[in-house]
């Protein structure tokens, strides 16, 4: 590149003024800022006494569960597709032949390590059969790591517990009218 070509148009920085110079602007913009903020309604909720209002625990991703399907066995074909898809590689299935008909396999174990999961919802969106979801559930705590580790049996608990509150999207989209997973 030629510094004398014609091509090339130089532009001269602006000269700035008393005002550019000066930080008195940008301080009278943070003041404003932080009057604003006092002045706003936010609530603080004094945990763990009271809980945190989650405005539509459908989208939140907390603690996983696994579905039950209408016979009450747990909805999972052993795919492996959610452990797939998991960057955190926090999921373990053992799968075993099914004893039921309409499927080929069943999850003899399914264990995800809560700790190491990063709670990105990959493993819900990778299910075919929305056999996994993560629920509203965010108060999460343990008092080892093997705690932490949720086994098929605590993970079908938690959807025993929240079945009610929140319906899974087969049954979310069954009530819109839909069919299919949802997109």
């Known amino acids: 590149m030629n510094a004398n070509d014609k091509r090339i148009r130089w532009v001269k920085e602006p000269a700035l003024g008393m005002a550019g110079k000066s930080y008195l ?34 989208i939140y991703r907390g603690v996983h569960r696994l579905n039950r399907d209408e016979q009450g066995r747990v909805k999972c074909v052993a795919c492996f597709l959610c452990a797939t898809a998991c960057p955190a590689h926090c999921i373990d299935i053992v799968a075993a032949e099914s004893p ?52 098929k049996q605590k993970l079908l608990s938690i959807y025993d517990q929240t079945k009610d509150a929140e319906p ?11 069919g299919g997973k949802a997109e």
């Open 25 to 58: 602007l940008l301080f009278v913009q943070g003041l404003a800022t932080t009057l604003k903020h006092l002045v706003s309604r936010k609530k603080t909720v004094q945990s763990p006494e009271e809980r945190h209002e989650i405005p539509d625990p459908i």
């Open 100 to 151: 039921w008909p309409d499927r080929e396999k069943y999850p003899q174990s399914f264990t995800i390590d809560e700790l190491r999961c990063i709670y990105c919802g990959l493993c819900e969106e990778a299910c075919p059969v929305d056999a996994i979801e993560l629920t509203s559930l965010y108060d999460l705590s343990g008092k080892s790591r093997e705690e932490m580790i949720f086994d």
């Open 168 to 178: 899974t999207r087969t049954e979310r989209l069954k009530g819109e009218g839909g």
